[in-house]
């Protein structure tokens, strides 16, 4: 992974190569952003450009052996460590090292749910155990094969069970020319031991622009396409992918059909949707309630009376237009929780079939009392 294969972040990618050329290298640092703003591949490419034997000015060359070995991550000085399901209890993560190697080259930007894909987890929880925390010491004691140094890059420490404090001393004090990199999205589920052993390096949202930019250079897309897409994703670009490979479309039917139908409190066809919504697959259910929060927050802005600040292709544009007439800001709040709800369950493995019917019911009962004038549904068409 090279830096110009990352999206945006031009300050943490000079603040990266800063440390390099002033020989500056905090031998613990703790990479902490949100899903998909590209920590994960930033720790990569900084590993590899201290690994090059022929470095640039701004990258690594891609070039010399070592670069080679790292497209491949199988340098023999690059460790890695993420949560995984121990079948046995003496796995880890080098057991599913092959697993690891193909998600990661196949999206540097994986999240959770992705990297537990392509493995078989039986809806287990995903943890870094204590076999794991005994390997890394093991493997870091060893002298580094070829390069100066040895890297491990841990992703998701919020996975570590309470045994990672076993990693304390070898963090404090790491044998001579060791790197951990730490890869984080939520600061407060870290052990406190290891936050305060590591050093910051804060990664943010991608900007709306940098994901604009990406879809049109990398894909082709439409500048207005692009654009809207990028307000959507909120800055994850993994949900700007999604979007982009049509998924916005299919989204944007079955959510305005599903609204109109618990407004009309149509029971037959909120079972069809309820069967057609818990077959999608726990991405796309993710996916969709994302992008139902989405539009309801439009509809929020066009309550506000700020219609203007509405940024949405031509047909979600009119149905979120035509769905504020009939709806007001409490009942606006309320769907909003309970989509929000919704997703929280979703990522925890809630049956979806009870879950999706469960907020149906919720939606229909809000939209249900509804103090508007006679005659005014027929606008939500
Ligand atoms: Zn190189």
């Known amino acids: ?135 890394i010491i093991k493997k870091l004691s060893l002298k580094s094969f070829e390069g100066e140094y040895k890297v491990l890059i841990m992703w998701l420490p919020e996975y570590l069970d309470k045994e990672g404090n076993t990693l304390l001393k070898i963090i404090e004090e790491p044998p001579q020319k060791t790197l951990f990199l730490l890869v984080a999205q939520n600061q407060d589920q870290i052990l406190n031991t290891i936050l305060s052993r590591t050093q910051l390096v804060k990664i943010n949202r991608l900007s709306n622009e940098d994901i604009k930019r990406y879809l049109i250079e990398k894909y082709l897309a439409e500048p207005e396409k692009a654009a809207q897409i990028a307000y959507l994703s909120e800055g994850n670009i993994q949900t700007a992918l999604t979007m982009f490979n049509g998924e916005i479309n299919n989204n944007f039917g079955l959510f305005s059909d599903w609204l109109r139908m618990c407004f009309a409190n149509k029971g037959t066809q909120i079972a069809d949707f309820v069967e057609t919504a818990s077959k999608l697959g726990r991405e796309n259910q993710k996916d969709f309630i994302r992008y139902g929060m989405n539009i309801i927050r439009e509809c929020l802005i ?76 027929h606008i939500v068409n």
Not at 98 to 121: G, K, M, Q, T
Not at 357 to 377: A, E
Request: hydrophobic share 40%; proline share 4%; glycine share 4%.
């Open 1 to 135: 992974m090279q830096f110009s294969e990352i999206v945006g972040q031009q300050e943490v990618k000079a603040h990266l190569l800063q440390t390099v050329k002033s020989g500056r290298i905090s031998h613990a640092q703790l990479f902490l952003g949100p899903e998909g703003c590209g920590s994960l591949p930033l720790a990569m490419a900084y590993a590899q450009y201290i690994a090059c034997e022929n470095r640039l000015e701004a990258d690594s060359c891609g070039e010399c052996a070592s670069c080679r070995k790292y497209a491949k991550l199988i340098h023999p000085d690059l460790h890695f460590s993420y949560p995984f399901f121990a079948k046995h209890k003496d796995d880890t993560a080098v057991t599913f090292i092959e697993e690891w190697r193909e998600a990661f080259l196949v999206n540097p930007y994986l999240n959770l749910d992705e990297w537990r894909e392509h493995l078989d987890s039986d809806n287990k929880q995903a943890n870094i155990n204590i076999a794991e925390c005994h390997q």
């Open 302 to 377: 066009v309550l506000s009376g700020a219609s203007d600040l509405v940024h949405l292709p031509r047909a979600e544009n009119d149905f979120v237009i035509n769905f504020s007439k009939i709806i007001d800001l409490a009942k606006t709040e309320a769907m909003y929780n309970e989509l929000e709800k919704a997703h929280y369950h979703i990522e925890r493995n809630a049956n979806p079939k009870i879950l999706f019917l469960d907020v149906s019911l919720q939606i229909v009962k809000i939209l249900k009392f509804n103090t508007l004038p006679q005659g005014t549904q």
